[in-house]
């Protein structure tokens, strides 16, 4: 069996160390002589294996007790919709901060569904290249919530900032982030945060889980039309468990933030891993005529790097060649074109080596 290196953007890498585990645990999960996707999500065990993911994933982010964790379906997609249902029932506008593709999509969703929205920022204007500055970004003086998207995983445009802003009239907007390609990437302050959301593709456990961490106080107020599955309340009344929850996907995720804390020694150790693999990789890129990245530095992801080659013609050797060398899925988003190596938590540095020296190697060939 060979494994070899995956820079997929979603679904993700996962932990050999973790895999490895689920399949020990595959037939019979500690001794009950059944797997876990064959459990009640009622059962005693399946409960504990529910809160134990939850009190680790607390341990890991350091969420305090007035934030409800929320383990649901529909991918962070779902959220751009329940989002503006469940924080616009008291009034006020949406506003957002629009940064690429994803965020241009929750900005969409909330127009579809018929909310009038404001633009407090965006980089539409520099070709998403640079985030817009603390001091450009204007709340509405009706601001309800300001969203934003604190790593585009299609342009590869991170946030080097937490952008926490007041109304005119001094009151708070709770900040919502589409933390989707950055969470657990390092630590954060929670408490910055009204909602923080993500799907669990990439930095959490396998596809079909979506993570919801919200502040108590944004709860129970969703409009009254709100599908219950839906509305924030009803989820956290009943646990995530108003219907049949994902509980394969929240297990292996649990072992995912087990393997955080305990093997990669939590959020600090992994944040100055994850730096030192996209400093590298940027390095190379840097130092080359031959790849480029056109991101403003202080906003470059490090979780997503999105890199052309000079010749496009090229592209095609390029990934063929990576796929044979054992590194696969560089190819960068249908929409854009070019490579993206994603460098999740999960991918090893070992990867980001291998990936350098045979970018070295193919430039030496073809350059
Ligand atoms: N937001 C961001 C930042 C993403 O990267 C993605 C998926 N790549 C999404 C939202 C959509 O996620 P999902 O497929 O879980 O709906």
């Not at 939850?54 to 007035?66: F, V």
């Not at 965006?122 to 985030?131: D, T």
């Not at 219907?243 to 305990?262: C, H, I, K, M, R």
């Not at 400093?279 to 052309?308: E, G, Q, T």
């Amino acid at each position: 069996m060979t494994r070899h290196y995956n820079f997929c953007a979603g679904p993700a890498a996962l932990p050999d160390a973790v895999l490895a585990r689920a399949q020990r645990e595959m037939l019979d999960f500690e001794g009950r002589g059944l797997s876990v996707m064959e459990m009640s999500h009622r059962s005693d065990e399946f409960a504990g294996i529910a809160h134990q993911a939850e009190a680790c994933l607390r341990r890991l982010m350091g969420i305090p007790e007035q934030y409800r964790v929320l383990f649901l379906q529909g991918g962070a997609s779902m959220q751009f919709a329940m989002l503006p249902m469940n924080l616009l029932g008291r009034g006020g506008r949406a506003n957002f901060i629009q940064t690429g593709i994803w965020g241009k999509k929750a900005l969409a969703e909330a127009r579809h569904l018929g909310f009038d929205c404001h633009v407090a920022g965006e980089s539409e204007s520099n070709g998403h290249i640079e985030v817009p500055s603390r001091e450009s970004l204007q709340v509405s003086d009706d601001a309800a919530y300001l969203h934003y998207t604190a790593n585009e995983t299609i342009g590869g445009l991170e946030f080097d900032y937490v952008p926490t802003l007041a109304r005119a009239d001094g009151a708070d907007v709770p900040l919502v982030c589409d933390m989707s390609s950055s969470i657990l990437s390092g630590p954060i302050d929670v408490t910055d945060f009204g909602v923080i959301y993500a799907g669990a593709q990439k930095n959490i456990g396998p596809a079909g889980l979506t993570l919801v961490i919200v502040r108590e106080d944004l709860i129970g107020h969703a409009l009254a039309r709100t599908p219950t599955l839906f509305d924030y309340q009803a989820l956290a009344e009943a646990e995530s468990m108003v219907n049949t929850p994902p509980t394969y996907a929240w297990y292996l995720s649990g072992l995912v933030f087990d393997w955080l804390e305990n093997e990669m020694g939590g959020l600090a150790a992994i944040d100055a891993l994850n730096q030192r693999k996209a400093d590298k990789l940027y390095r190379a890129i840097d130092d080359s005529d031959f790849y480029s990245n056109p991101i403003a530095r202080h906003n470059r992801s490090r979780m997503n790097v999105p890199f052309v080659l000079a010749d496009s013609a090229l592209d095609k050797a390029f990934l063929s060649e990576a796929e044979a060398a054992g590194l696969l899925n560089l190819k960068g988003h249908r929409s854009v074109g070019g490579m993206r190596a994603s460098l999740y938590n999960a991918v090893p540095e070992a990867a980001v080596d291998a990936l350098i020296a045979f970018m070295h190697d193919f430039e030496q060939r073809k350059g």
